[in-house]
């Protein structure tokens, strides 16, 4: 099992920045992918942001390129977010998973309890 834990969200105006992290646990590895999706209300579930493991690179859902950045440091998951937008307001979930696939097919085994994220006037 591993275990994923969020911090870091929360309210502010457009045009701010936040900045998200998730520490992974238990049986945790470098060889997982993690990534970050996110939820509001009423909508479909979103791919926000994908690392992939062993340096193969990153993805992002083309409304957040350039304004979010993906990082990644031992066993922590970062999403900077910059000139935020009032539809950046969801709940961000961090995931990982051995099987890095999943992150394209919006199914990853291991979720976060996720974290609010809230980007009004």
């Known amino acids: 099992q591993v275990r994923l834990v969020e911090s870091g969200g929360g309210s502010v105006q457009p045009g701010g920045s936040l900045r998200l992290s998730c520490e992974a646990s238990?049986?945790?590895?470098?060889?997982?992918?993690m990534g970050w999706f996110r939820q509001a209300p009423g909508k479909a579930r979103e791919r926000v942001a994908t690392?992939?493991?062993?340096?193969?690179g990153t993805y992002y859902l083309d409304k957040v390129y350039a304004r979010f950045t993906i990082s990644q440091v031992t066993n922590t998951l970062y999403l900077t977010m910059n000139d935020l937008k009032p539809e950046d307001t969801a709940t961000y979930y961090c995931?990982?998973?051995?099987?890095?696939?999943?992150?394209?097919?919006?199914?990853?085994?291991?979720w976060g309890q996720g974290t609010q994220v809230t980007v009004a006037s």
């Open positions: 995931t990982a998973d051995a099987k890095c696939i999943t992150m394209r097919t919006g199914i990853p085994t291991y």
């Open positions: 238990g049986d945790y590895d470098n060889t997982y992918c």
């Open positions: 690392f992939y493991s062993r340096g193969s």
